[in-house]
């Protein structure tokens, strides 16, 4: 069964404070992997495709990274307006299976 | 910005009453999706349209929930005889679908309460 797990489910971080959200996968065929954040109250917010091992992408103080088995989300230098959770999600089909999410808080 | 819209972004309803959700799509997007979230839960997939077409539903959509999308543009989806445990927040998404991208788009939700 496809199955995507997140970890850690929360992390308090200080403002400056870098870190890393990690997403593990299990599927069957993996077409891409997505990131996106959401907000209280909101819909996801679409972050960034990943579609193959070794791929890398950026955007401000956000990083993620994908390898055969799992992605990771690198914050550096996070401000407290980055707190939000943090959704994995892979795409095997035509369809999105996504993980619980890290909640994020950033400290100021 | 023409991003995808829901509506009602809330509703209260009674058990047993049915309700009904709208989703507008972005304009030049073919795939129409529904997913539901829960607290503390990622959105779990619910269906999906390919223009007019409904091309897969999930174990998780019982006979008391359809959906339609005519002529491919907007979408619904109604609950017959609301459940407590259909409170949740219903989400739809909007993607090219294809070559033409897998991104997935989503609206602000209905949050969907039953007393």
């Given at each position: 069964e496809d199955q995507v797990t997140q970890s850690p489910e929360a992390l308090r971080l200080q403002e400056g404070e870098s870190s890393s959200l990690n997403?593990?996968?299990?599927?069957?065929?993996?077409?891409?992997?997505?990131w996106y954040r959401q907000d209280p109250g909101k819909g996801p917010e679409f972050l960034f495709t990943l579609y193959s091992a070794g791929e890398?992408?950026?955007?401000?103080?956000?990083?993620?990274?994908?390898?055969?088995?799992?992605s990771f989300l690198h914050i550096t230098?996070?401000?407290?307006?980055?707190?939000a959770t943090y959704l994995c999600a892979v795409y095997p089909d035509d369809k999105i299976i996504f993980g619980k999410g890290t909640r994020l808080h950033i400290l100021p | 910005d023409t991003g995808v819209s829901q509506d009602p972004r809330h509703k209260i309803t009674k058990r047993g009453q049915n309700v009904t959700f709208r989703c507008d799509p972005i304009s030049e997007h073919n795939r129409l999706y529904w997913?539901?979230?829960?607290?503390?839960?990622?959105?779990?997939?619910?269906?999906y349209f390919q223009n007019e077409a409904q091309l897969e539903k999930s174990r998780l959509l019982s006979?008391?929930?359809?959906?339609?999308?005519p002529k491919g543009s907007f979408s619904t989806l109604e609950i017959q005889r609301t459940e407590q445990g259909d409170s949740a927040m219903y989400l739809c998404a909007s993607s090219l679908g294809g070559t033409g991208g897998a991104e997935q788009y989503f609206g602000p939700g209905t949050r969907l309460t039953v007393t």
């Open positions: 997403c593990s996968y299990t599927v069957s065929g993996l077409r891409g992997l997505f890398e992408k950026e955007k401000e103080r956000l990083k993620a990274t994908l390898t055969k088995k799992e230098a996070p401000k407290p307006e980055d707190s | 997913y539901r979230q829960t607290l503390g839960q990622g959105p779990e997939f619910l269906t006979d008391r929930f359809s959906a339609e999308r």
